[in-house]
């Protein structure tokens, strides 16, 4: 059974910074071949800030995320993580960690490219 639970979303300042996180049992993490993070607010659609293929350990990132968020993994605890500094106002939204087990040819950035979803945190950041 797949499970992919996201948490450490929060309300802060622009400037300031978060950590999220996306908790996966064993088989939801040893069957990605890659992980990402999304962004999604109120009625757009969503959209990829990070993305890691799990076993090489090789990060993606899109261009406003660059320089300011790191996404990581912890294989030990089966977790993915999204550091995020010098948040602005833009970077608010739900985040969802999704999960691939079958690459389909598109970009890791696009949500097609996913297989399962956890259920979304939120990340508020106030000017």
């Known amino acids: 059974q797949v499970q992919l639970v996201e948490s450490g979303g929060d309300s802060v300042q622009a400037g300031g910074s978060v950590t999220l996180s996306c908790e996966a049992n064993l088989y939801t993490y040893s069957n990605s071949r890659y992980m990402g993070w999304f962004r999604q607010t109120p009625g757009k659609e969503r959209e990829g800030v990070a993305a890691?293929?799990?076993?090489?350990?090789?990060?993606y990132y899109v261009d406003s995320a660059k320089g300011r968020f790191t996404i990581s993994q912890d294989k030990a605890k089966n977790t993915l993580y999204l550091q995020m500094s010098s948040l602005k106002p833009e970077d608010g939204g739900m985040y969802y960690c999704?999960?691939?087990?079958?690459?389909?040819?598109?970009?890791?950035?696009?949500?097609?490219?996913?297989?399962?979803w956890g259920q979304g945190t939120q990340v508020t950041v106030s000017s």
């Open positions: 890691i293929y799990v076993r090489p350990n090789k990060a």
């Open positions: 999704g999960a691939g087990f079958h690459p389909k040819g598109g970009s890791l950035f696009s949500p097609d490219e996913y297989d399962y």
